[in-house]
């Protein structure tokens, strides 16, 4: 018995020294409504952004034609399931990840008077990547 709680606990040693903190990595971790997120993702940032992914359940991701571009200025706004809006941000960047708990959730952005909209459920240890696509100002 106590060789196996040796061995969970030297396990679980190991793993959160591979957890990799945001400030470490030089990411600002933001909080609104006790929910954290984070935004930004431009040049180097995104390689930071990678390495911290696993701590995001939900991981917004914004394109102009498909393309990733320079996507600072996205309007986003996180609803939960009863429609009340919990985090209200400026995406700093193409990426915005959020650490919601489990429940159904609405991601409503705009960008350039462009607004789309989704809606997930969030479950258990899931991961959602969700796209967010616009047209390109002319």
Known sequence: MFRILAAVLALGLSLSAWAV???AVGIKVRKQ???NYVTGGIGEEAE???E???RYPIRLRFTADGRNVETRGVKVKVLDARGESVVEATAEGPLFYVSPPSG???FEVEWQG???SQ???LTGRRYLDMIFDFKPAP
């Open 52 to 54: 911290i992914s696993g």
């Open 21 to 23: 903190d945001e400030a």
């Open 104 to 106: 159904r959730w609405t």
């Open 33 to 35: 409504s006790g929910i």
């Open 114 to 116: 462009q607004a789309q």
């Open 48 to 50: 930071a952004f990678a």
């Open 119 to 121: 809606t997930k459920d």
